[in-house]
């Protein structure tokens, strides 16, 4: 059984979004990447599919009865942050492909961005100081709005100035994400994977305790030891992989 959403303004993009869901990802298209998940692009119209990675197992079974798919997560969270005033990829669609209870394929079909460049590794360029406290404001905004976002990375956090010549943020790779009131606990979650370098990661925690009228001195040195902590335990998990798990495949990046 598949399961089709269009949205009701994109519905002349129906056709292709139907040929995805019977057929996988079109031949003519533009690869950005293969790996766990695969995103492509579709030039006319300008068009983004992520397809997710099939859930195996027991995942199957929690995703096609008890957990929204990734890809419904990802359309009505991004339909959510854009009624909140926040930049994501329009949603134009989503399919998931069912085998009785079991969720066996599924895609988001967005808008393509264009313009746009990750924060990733900005803090070794030159315009990360007139960044930290724009990229601070941001993300007070979202906790401010009760946006909680899990993956909060430098590749889910993008960047461009705008024609008032002010900085702009967009979100992507959304589906991990929850609307809801924001403690301590989450902003000190979300700051420990913003940026790649702790000391830049204090810099934009310091501007961000002054926008939330905060002891700055106290919330970076809060903040410092959740990027320790947070390295420490994604280094035992590699180690715990390393050890019970078989070596993964290579990914596949298509350039």
Same mark, same amino acid.
């Given at each position: ?14 056709? *292709?979004?139907?040929?995805? !869901?019977?057929? $996988? ?5 533009? /690869?950005?990447?293969? $790996? ?24 199957? %079974? ?9 890809? =419904?997560?990802?359309?009505?969270? !991004?339909?959510?942050? *854009?009624? %909140? $005033?926040?930049?994501?990829? +329009? ?5 998931? +492909? ?6 066996? =394929? ?6 393509? &961005? @264009?313009?746009?460049?990750? *924060?990733?590794?900005?803090? /070794? #360029?030159?315009? /990360? ?25 430098? $590749?889910?956090? %993008?960047?461009?100035?705008?024609? +008032?010549?002010?900085?702009? /943020?967009? &979100?992507? #790779? ?16 979300? @700051? ?26 106290? @919330? ?5 030891? !959740?990027?320790? #902590?947070?390295?420490?335990? =994604?280094?035992?998990?590699?180690? &715990? ?15």
């Amino acid at each position: 059984m598949i399961h089709i959403t269009v949205s009701p303004a994109h519905e002349d993009v129906r056709p *292709i979004v139907e040929d995805i !869901a019977r057929n $996988g990802i079109p031949d003519d298209v533009v /690869f950005i990447h293969r $790996g766990r998940n695969t995103i492509a692009y579709i030039p006319d119209p300008p068009l983004n599919i992520k397809a997710y990675r099939p859930p195996s197992g027991l995942k199957s %079974l929690i995703y096609g009865t008890m957990r929204a798919p990734k890809a =419904r997560r990802a359309y009505l969270f !991004a339909q959510r942050l *854009i009624s %909140l $005033g926040f930049n994501t990829p +329009e949603p134009i669609a989503f399919v998931e +492909e069912h085998q009785g209870p079991r969720l066996v =394929r599924s895609y988001f079909i967005s808008r393509q &961005l @264009f313009g746009w460049r990750e *924060i990733r590794n900005i803090e /070794f #360029d030159p315009i /990360f100081d007139d960044l930290v406290e724009p990229l601070a404001r941001f993300v007070a905004d979202l906790h401010a709005k009760g946006v909680n976002m899990k993956d909060m990375t430098p $590749g889910n956090i %993008l960047f461009k100035k705008n024609d +008032e010549g002010r900085w702009d /943020f967009c &979100l992507v #790779d959304i589906n991990r994400m929850a609307f809801e009131n924001i403690d301590k606990a989450t902003v000190l979650s979300n @700051f420990a994977g913003v940026l790649n370098t702790r000391h830049a990661v204090v810099r934009v925690a310091r501007a961000y305790a002054e926008v939330r009228g905060w002891d700055a001195d106290a @919330f970076a040195d809060e903040v410092s030891k !959740a990027v320790l #902590d947070r390295r420490a335990a =994604r280094l035992r998990k590699r180690a &715990l992989k390393r050890r019970f798990l078989p070596k993964p495949k290579p990914r596949q990046i298509i350039r």
